[in-house]
């Protein structure tokens, strides 16, 4: 069983940065997938980035590449998501996820991902 514990959301305007963190309650697996989706009102669930910790692959969305960038501490057991150039509609409930059991080629889907957490809102005015 992992918890995983997200911060750093809040309110910017458009053009601004935030980074979020999330701190996992114990060593990830070697060979897990974790990962960053988001999910606005009225939206389905989508993924943002995803990171291979066997390969250190890293997937984005086509509507975030470029300005977001996710990394990991292994020591401090945290991943983040750095957000650059932050639009309107990057406004939602950013979640951090986890999988066992997803081979982690690609951004997935929210249905591979066995651990979340509670999530952090994040809102960009214009």
């Known amino acids: 069983q992992v918890q995983l514990v997200e911060s750093g959301g809040g309110s910017v305007q458009a053009g601004g940065s935030l980074r979020l963190s999330c701190a996992a309650s114990?060593?990830?697996?070697?060979?897990?997938?974790m990962g960053w989706f988001r999910q606005a009102p009225g939206k389905e669930r989508e993924g943002v980035a995803v990171?291979?910790?066997?390969?250190?692959?890293?997937y984005y969305a086509d509507s975030v590449k470029g300005r977001f960038t996710i990394s990991q501490d292994n020591a401090k057991n945290t991943l983040y998501l750095q957000m650059n150039s932050l639009k309107p509609e990057d406004t939602a409930t950013y979640y951090c996820?986890?999988?066992?059991?997803?081979?982690?080629?690609?951004?997935?889907?929210?249905?591979?991902?066995?651990?979340w957490g509670q999530g952090t809102q994040v809102t960009v005015s214009s």
């Open positions: 114990r060593r990830i697996a070697w060979g897990a997938c």
């Open positions: 990171y291979a910790l066997y390969t250190a692959s890293l």
């Open positions: 996820a986890a999988s066992l059991t997803y081979n982690c080629r690609g951004l997935g889907s929210a249905n591979e991902f066995n651990y």
